[in-house]
């Protein structure tokens, strides 16, 4: 995994991603006691950041074994990402879900283009399902972040930050990353780390999943004690990935752990002074940027909104901490 | 009034106004059945595309005049534009805001750094509060709409527009544009017949303050009846303006009127589907594009949603509307 399989994705992906705006409001400047951009990954097709490391993976595999189609489990935003991406390549995606998974996540993935393969939780198991289908088929797994070629898609994010900021004349900053499990994270660490090193990552969790931020402190793999119950669902994983892990160890500086309250707070902020719509998920590093400031050492800030598919019950409530 | 001014416009707004993105979803190609793009204006700095006409209306003007300070009425969008390019160019901004304006408002104008000054709708004359301090101090007035170096800040939307659609592949397209006094829809009706000639602009209005629609129609300027009590009161305005309506008679196919209930159903979906918040008034284009495609006779449409100032609210109304 180097800076050169980004910048291939980053060819792959021109005029196909979306260039995310950085935003930045004097309010929230005010807030955090430093300036504070956004990069608003939110705004990307199919909004969040996954449409690019699912068209990096796709566009990287040989065009005899793209054709046969591409599988992944997700009920969430790498689901549509993969979806998306593969219906513009104009080849089959099958994505996994449980049964459970909220009726219009399965029914926007179905619009997207996508066969979707329910399963239920408690009786069948997933991963055999998926395997029988990609044997039958000859599908291809796109993993949510473990792969070489969905971390280089996403860190293409990390490639226009580095070019924003030096539009806007920064020279140096902390650029705050929601993280999961790191696919997002060490792809713009990496991106950085080559193009513009005074700028450096931390990745943002929220409290009681903060396995990232463990593991960084700790120098080893750190499981979270749940993987559910969690505001900000988008970003829960069991554990960094094996890729992933290594690539934040070299380049990312402390995790920051934030609260809900802060979340919700931070996504009504960035409705109130950016007008964009995150999910709670991807507001994590937005709510450390308001929110944590002191646990930051550069001068200047760069949070990264991840998502913006959010119920409108959920988003009435970040709304409703507004005075 | 001619596109050399628009071009000059663009040079000094350059690297100060956002370049705001072009956004769209299937989702949203679906409903209108031909492909929408979304022109997100409401990203612009202080949540609506007024700051672009302020800031060239205050470049343009000879320096010692500027040096003394502005003057503009308006308790909206207009205030926060002239308020934060004022500060930005360091010289001095009162804003003459109706004492039963809101709060929130108020507040936000002077956090934008500008002086308030408050008048009673029913005792007091604004105008002449406003030509008294004028004189006092020096202050220079920034019309909202119906002077040249505005419409000329208005109208680099559409130089971005014109550049965008090309990136995109679109050789013609009607641009459906949210229409007050004109300033915005009369200058980019006029980028665009010197850019790209194929593409054409259609004034937006809600029903009921259709008067753009209505002075089209008959080839004279028409008053609205009545000048207050719609959701869309950012882009009411009581007729088009002196400078705006023959530009707009030059440049502009027929306007489109949409309902209120379709404005909610626009914002509602520009949440969901493009993650961008719009306020009522904003959001009009975007409703004539999905609600109103069969009054159109371009292959693809261009919605530009102006503004995203809205108070929470009237934003949960909007969100009450989807399933």
């Not at 291939?8 to 005029?15: I, K």
């Not at 591409?70 to 449980?98: E, T």
Request: with cysteine.
């Amino acid at each position: 995994m180097n800076i050169d399989k980004i910048r291939a994705a980053a060819a792959r992906l021109e005029g196909r991603a979306r260039t995310t705006p950085l935003l930045s409001s004097p309010f929230l400047d005010e807030i955090a006691g430093k300036p504070v951009f956004v990069k608003a990954e939110c705004l990307q097709h199919t909004g969040s950041f996954k449409f690019r490391g699912a068209w990096a993976a796709l566009s990287a595999r040989p065009a005899a074994l793209r054709q046969k189609g591409v599988i992944a489990y997700s009920s969430g935003n790498h689901a549509q990402g993969v979806a998306y991406a593969a219906a513009l390549h104009g080849v089959p995606a099958v994505i996994v879900m449980p049964a459970d998974a909220p009726k219009l996540k399965i029914a926007n993935t179905r619009a997207l283009g996508a066969e979707v393969v329910l399963y239920e939780r408690a009786s069948e198991d997933r991963e055999q399902i998926g395997a029988e289908l990609a044997q039958a088929r000859g599908l291809s797994l796109i993993k949510p972040y473990d792969d070489p070629e969905v971390i280089a898609g996403q860190g293409t994010t990390g490639l226009e930050i580095a070019h924003q900021a030096r539009a806007e004349g920064l020279t140096e900053a902390e650029v705050l990353v929601c993280c999961g499990g790191g696919g997002l994270t060490s792809g713009i660490a990496l991106a950085l780390a080559a193009e513009t090193p005074a700028f450096t990552v931390r990745p943002c969790e929220p409290e009681g999943f903060d396995d990232v931020a463990r593991s960084l402190a700790t120098g080893q793999i750190q499981r979270n004690t749940k993987v559910s119950g969690s505001l900000c669902d988008a970003i829960i994983t069991p554990q960094p990935g094996e890729l992933t892990f290594p690539l934040m160890q070299q380049h990312c500086k402390a995790g920051i752990v934030v609260r809900e309250d802060e979340v919700l707070k931070a996504m009504a902020l960035a409705y109130q002074r950016l007008k964009i719509v995150v999910e709670p998920g991807g507001a994590v590093g937005l709510a450390a940027a308001l929110f944590h400031s002191d646990k930051t050492s550069a001068q200047t800030l760069i949070a990264v909104t991840t998502g913006g598919n959010v119920d409108q019950d959920i988003f009435a409530q970040a709304l409703a901490t507004l005075p």
